[in-house]
Each structure stands twice: as structure tokens, then as C-alpha cells.
């Protein structure tokens, strides 16, 4: 099987805590994801999170055409942070 992975170069700022239905889910929202990634459904990638490499994540649906970035607890741990605080988002790779 080929590897069909993009490099991406695609970084952003954003507040821990999306709101999906009413309720906050510890997560960035990529606003502008269409433009990016040519898709709106979930995406594989490798990214880095304030520096703390995360690999082969999902970027899911919020449900308004954006997608996001889940950030469970043990990463919220490592990263000091939590809901409502900012971290720094650097896309590097779309996976196949």
C-alpha cells in the first residue's frame, strides 16, 4: 500500500474548548478547514500541540463546517493546560 500523506505547513492559536450541542468538549476548533484540507469530514494528521508532538489524530466535525482537535486529559496534563486556556496548533502532515 502507498503512502498518499501531505505535508502541511499550518499553524494556529486557539482557546481549549469547543461547543458541540450545548456542551464545551476539550478541544481547538481549525476555523477554515474546507479551505485547507479540501474536506469537511474528518481528517487524519500529525500536528504538534505547544511544541508536544501528536500523531495519526482525527480532526472531527464540529457540526457548523469547521473541524476540530481533540485534546484528552492525559495530553491537557502534559501540556499544563486545560478548558478555556490557549495553545498553539502546528499542522504537519495530512495522513492517507
Known amino acids: ?11 494556529f492559536t486557539a482557546p481549549i474548548g469547543v461547543d458541540v450541542k ?12 474546507a479551505e ?12 504538534t500541540v505547544d511544541d508536544v508532538p ?7 466535525p464540529t457540526g ?11 495530553l491537557r496534563k502534559r501540556l499544563g493546560k486545560d478548558v478555556g486556556d490557549i495553545v498553539t496548533v502546528h499542522l504537519t502532515k495530512r495522513r492517507s
Do not use: F, I, Y
Not at 485547507?36 to 500536528?47: E, F, N
Open 1 to 11: 500500500m502507498s503512502d498518499t500523506s501531505t505535508t502541511l505547513d499550518h499553524t
Open 22 to 33: 450545548g456542551e464545551t468538549w476539550p478541544c481547538v476548533e481549525l476555523t477554515g478547514a
Open 36 to 47: 485547507l484540507l479540501g474536506t469537511g469530514r474528518s481528517v487524519r494528521v500529525d500536528a
Open 54 to 60: 501528536v500523531e495519526n489524530v482525527g480532526l472531527m
Open 64 to 74: 457548523r463546517g469547521e473541524l476540530m482537535l481533540s485534546l484528552n486529559a492525559k
